[in-house]
């Protein structure tokens, strides 16, 4: 089956530190960018981060930069995102999502069409 | 960053009822433009990607259209497993940012 699980999420204090885990089956992991979306209990979807096939690029949304590491093991099918100095405002459940592409035309068209069903992120004391 | 601005923020409507939600951007992403369905407690689905491409395995009563910076998606006649909120989301330049969202209601 193709899918993805997260795991890794859990309460934590300000200021500490998290490291999620997302595992893939059914299907080539490392032919895809692989991304980390989050969302905010009620709120709306946000991305964090996304990471290349080979792990040699990778890129993220600026409230996260410097705090954050997208990282990938090929070998192991996983996708990881490593939390530091957490802040409240980064309590959310974080889904990992896999990038697919279309360019049947003239231009690179990018998408997430495979979800994981998430993992909660609590920052409190 | 491009910011993404769905209205409205709320529907209420009957089954059977066509149900249209728009997105504008606020530079032009070509048709760089996807759609998603979540449902509470649940992980998002793809609808619709490049703006007009239906995803497969999504029923024909979802559409989309539009390019450069105003977008629209169509659900022609509104079934009971629709009500959910829809996202649109920009892939046209890094960060990927999504709407506010559309909630969908049962009127």
């Known amino acids: 089956e193709v899918q993805l699980v997260e795991s890794g999420g859990g309460l934590v204090q300000p200021g500490g530190s998290l490291r999620l885990s997302c595992a893939a089956s059914?299907?080539?992991?490392?032919?895809?960018?692989m991304s980390w979306v989050r969302q905010a209990p009620g709120k709306g979807l946000e991305w964090v981060a996304n990471?290349?096939?080979?792990?040699?690029?990778?890129y993220y949304v600026d409230s996260v930069k410097g705090r954050f590491t997208i990282s990938r093991d090929n070998a192991k099918n996983s996708l990881y995102l490593q939390m530091n100095s957490l802040r409240a405002e980064d309590t959310a459940v974080y889904f990992c999502?896999?990038?697919?592409?279309?360019?049947?035309?003239?231009?690179?068209?990018?998408?997430?069409?495979?979800w994981g069903r998430g993992t909660l992120v609590t920052v409190s004391s | 960053d491009i910011q993404m601005t769905q209205s409205p923020s709320s529907l209420s409507a009957s089954v059977g009822d066509r149900v249209t939600i728009t997105c504008r951007a606020s530079?032009?992403?070509?048709?760089?433009l996807n759609w998603y369905q979540q449902k509470p407690g649940r992980a998002p689905k793809l609808l619709i990607y490049a703006a007009s491409n239906l995803q497969s395995g999504v029923p024909s009563r979802f559409s989309g259209s539009g390019s450069g910076t105003d977008f629209t998606l169509t659900i022609s006649s509104l079934q009971p497993e629709d009500f959910a909120t829809y996202y649109c989301?920009?892939?046209?330049?890094?960060?990927?940012?999504f709407g506010h969202g559309t909630k969908v209601e049962i009127k």
């Open positions: 059914g299907f080539t992991f490392s032919s895809y960018w």
């Open positions: 990471i290349k096939q080979d792990g040699s690029e990778k």
């Open positions: 530079q032009i992403i070509s048709s760089s």
């Open positions: 999502a896999r990038e697919a592409y279309d360019n049947s035309g003239t231009s690179w068209y990018w998408y997430f069409d495979l």
């Open positions: 989301q920009q892939s046209y330049s890094s960060p990927w940012t």
